[in-house]
């Protein structure tokens, strides 16, 4: 497993933009499949965009396509999100996950590295 942390939330008003990082620890992140996930208070924690090994797959829930980017750099062990047009519902607690494998896929149980979370809250 790899040592996630992540950074780079925050409070922002509506419409604006933020850019959440996770770096990841050891020598084999470019091996692992990451992904981010959101968990907002009272509900489970869910899928927002995840990224394969190589970048070169990306996949995003419904409610962020075409608002949210995620992006990796395997050369500073770091995988991106970058928000825009942030709306109040997207206020939750962001999560970077890992998972050793090409695609991983959707489900918080496809991954088995986690990291401790950073708060976005999105004011009106």
């Known amino acids: 497993q790899v040592q996630l942390v992540e950074s780079g939330g925050g409070l922002v008003q509506a419409g604006g933009s933020l850019r959440l990082s996770c770096a990841a620890s050891?020598?084999?992140?470019?091996?692992?499949?990451m992904a981010w996930f959101r968990q907002a208070p009272g509900k489970e924690r869910g899928f927002v965009a995840g990224i394969s090994w190589s970048g070169g797959f990306t996949n995003y829930a419904d409610s962020v396509k075409g608002r949210f980017t995620i992006s990796r750099d395997n050369a500073k062990n770091t995988v991106y999100l970058q928000m825009n047009s942030l709306k109040p519902g997207d206020t939750a607690v962001y999560y970077c996950a890992g998972a050793r494998t090409t695609w991983a896929g959707l489900r918080n149980q496809d991954y088995d590295s986690w990291g401790q979370g950073t708060q976005v809250t999105v004011s009106e």
């Open positions: 050891g020598r084999t992140f470019s091996t692992y499949s």
